[in-house]
């Protein structure tokens, strides 16, 4: 049930963001307790740059290796869009179902 | 204290613990095996890599310039093992999470268990048998007829090594799977770490104060020159490697024909050396018990010694540390230096033994007869003496008999020469040596050998013999038969095997015996028989 959940919401960080790098991406992540190890990032990162819908740039950091920045493309926006519709509707649906079952619970 | 070792992680310098090397190199390993064959595989390990590389640097600080175990746990920790990053993944996630595929066995040169370049092993690893058993099959072939080492050429060719963790689980029919490459790599992790311990020497100065954000490479192996040499030396020692097998295993090949009997590479057929050497050459050539129970084992250390370094060594210059034997050439030098000890002792005890020499008159013996007799030389002896072994040690050929004791019996010299006297003659000298004038005569005098002169007849001893208890000292027996000119001699029949078996060249004569011979100003010559050339006529 979660899959597409991890790739829409790194979608929304991205594209709530101008620029991120992956680290920034992380902090939000495990902050909403979305992932519990950093390494599962990677290979999502991947695939959606992959499929069109990142794009990046390197710059040198001072401190560390050189980072890549990420942003999203038109593709992604587009996505973003229509998923980030369907995730509303879904939880609409769901917190409605799960209301009704609280109340029927309540009688 | 720990070791350091310098690394480049994603472009940064690191100096790591090599227990912490170890470990990390271990993670990464596994990661990589994880995202084997996946879409963006290298693009996934190098983000991981640099996302490694950006947390072990904020571990650092001015006080700090090490990482640790700990620092690499923790960053572990972080990232998560392999599967854990898959929970969210892909639809193909299935193969790789619990991903048992059985693959097929396949046929690889083990690097792990080599002798050599793994071949053995991995045709052990193929057939589930040990490799023993195969490197046996090896060595036997290469023993019969060479063979051996040509197929293990061939298949050292033709096998490819199993490098990655993955190769390595499929030349062992493991199913490659999560837990076998973690398996598999925690095993090698046994192996990394002790091979830092060896070669840490190296890494030990220099690379402990590099700077942050130093990036350039490091230029410790890489130098181009270096590396050329480095292949030239290898090929030299390669080519000297096997030069040095060759002629090792040959020599072995050979000393072993001699010394041990080995009846196919055999150069002296029918004499059996090594009984000949213990039981009876060493008892009756060298003076005293010591010696002579020393003898084998000097001779033999003092000849084996060099061979068998000589093959370790080309052996060594093939594979390099692989075959090094601690302590191997101390213990071989330390013990060819006894066997040259020995020797010494040897030799100078037998040249006391030679020291004097002592010859007795010379015997003159008449023929009562004329010019106009033929004079007859015969053997006086049969073969009666039972040979029990027969040898020929330089110009001596002689048996031991064992009627009542150990008897030698050597033939003796029979020299016919030119007189201008009136009368034939014969002439006999016997000569031995020892430690001292009286014990050279004393030995002389035991050689039996009786000669006789009867009218024309010269009755010759087929052999002189001594007890075996004196020794070979320098015991010699000459006999000179003087003739005139124009005086005949008949050899007998009986001469026939003391002529064509006589160890001195000079008389190896196959028609001096039954023969007539007559002498001439210019020695001996061919006389026909008076009968036969009479009736011939």
């Known amino acids: ?107 | 204290m720990k070791k350091t070792i310098s690394t480049n992680i994603s472009g940064m310098m690191f100096n790591i613990d090599d227990d912490a090397f170890a470990r990390l190199s271990q993670y990464l390993g596994s990661i990589k095996i994880h995202f084997e064959g996946r879409d963006g595989q290298t693009e996934i390990i190098a983000d991981i890599e640099s996302r490694i590389a950006e947390l072990l640097q904020s571990h650092l600080h001015e006080n700090k310039q090490v990482i640790s175990i700990d620092d690499v746990n923790e960053v572990i920790a972080l990232l998560g093992q392999p599967f854990e990053m898959d929970v969210e993944d892909s639809p193909e996630d299935g193969n790789h999470a619990t991903g048992s595929s059985p693959r097929k066995k396949r046929l690889f040169r083990d690097p792990d268990n080599r002798k050599i370049a793994g071949v053995a092993s991995g045709i052990g690893m193929f057939f589930v048998i040990d490799p023993l058993w195969v490197r046996i099959i090896f060595i036997l072939l290469l023993l019969g007829s060479g063979a051996g080492l040509l197929i293990y050429i061939v298949l050292w060719v033709l096998i490819p090594e199993a490098r990655t963790t993955t190769e390595k689980l499929e030349m062992r029919g493991e199913p490659v799977n999560v837990n076998n490459i973690e398996k598999s790599i925690k095993e090698e992790y046994e192996k990394v770490s002790s091979k830092f311990n060896e070669y840490a020497g190296e890494a030990k100065d220099g690379f402990r104060r590099v700077s942050r954000h130093a990036r350039h490479t490091t230029g410790r192996i890489n130098d181009p020159i270096i590396e050329v040499l480095r292949v030239i030396a290898r090929v030299f020692s390669i080519i000297f490697g096997v030069i040095f097998l060759a002629f090792g295993l040959l020599l072995i090949l050979f000393a072993g024909s001699i010394f041990l009997g080995w009846d196919d590479f055999s150069l002296l057929t029918d004499l059996e050396l090594p009984a000949l050497t213990g039981e009876h050459l060493f008892p009756l050539l060298l003076s005293g018990p010591l010696s002579v129970s020393l003898a084998p084992i000097v001779l033999g250390a003092f000849i084996a010694i060099p061979l068998i370094m000589l093959v370790y060594t080309g052996m060594r210059l093939l594979m390099g540390e692989y075959f090094r034997i601690p302590g191997l050439g101390n213990v071989a030098t330390g013990l060819w230096i006894a066997s040259v000890v020995g020797l010494f002792y040897i030799g100078t005890t037998l040249t006391i033994d030679l020291k004097e020499k002592y010859t007795t008159k010379t015997e003159k013996m008449d023929f009562l007869t004329d010019s106009k007799h033929v004079l007859t030389v015969k053997l006086s002896e049969k073969n009666e003496v039972e040979k029990i072994k027969e040898m020929q040690f330089f110009d001596i050929r002689f048996w031991l008999s064992d009627q009542d004791e150990k008897t030698v019996s050597v033939y003796p010299n029979l020299y016919i020469e030119y007189t201008t006297s009136e009368f034939a003659f014969a002439e006999t000298t016997i000569s031995a040596q020892g430690s001292s004038y009286d014990k050279a005569k004393e030995r002389a005098e035991r050689i039996h050998f009786p000669i006789e002169v009867n009218q024309s007849h010269l009755n010759f001893p087929a052999w002189y013999r001594f007890d075996a208890k004196d020794n070979l000292r320098g015991q010699k027996v000459i006999t000179r038969l003087y003739l005139p000119e124009n005086w005949i001699v008949y050899f007998d029949k009986n001469m026939e095997e003391y002529f064509n078996n006589n160890p001195l060249q000079s008389w190896r004569h196959d028609n001096y015996a039954s023969n007539y011979w007559i002498m001439t100003k210019k020695g001996l010559q061919l006389h026909k028989p008076l009968t036969e050339n009479n009736s011939e006529k």
């Open chain 1, 1 to 107: 049930m979660r899959k597409g959940v991890l790739e829409l919401c790194i979608l929304a960080i991205i594209a709530r963001n101008e620029e991120v790098y992956a680290s920034n991406i992380l902090e939000q992540l495990k902050d909403a307790k979305l992932i519990v190890v950093e390494g599962t990032l990677y290979p999502l990162l991947t695939r959606l740059k992959n499929e069109g819908l990142l794009s990046y740039r390197w710059e040198e950091s001072k401190s560390g290796p050189p980072r890549k920045y990420y942003k999203t493309t038109c593709l992604g926006e587009r996505l973003l869009n229509e998923l980030t519709t369907g995730w509303q509707e879904l939880v609409d649906a769901v917190d409605k179902l799960m209301s009704e079952n609280y109340n029927q619970k309540e009688q």
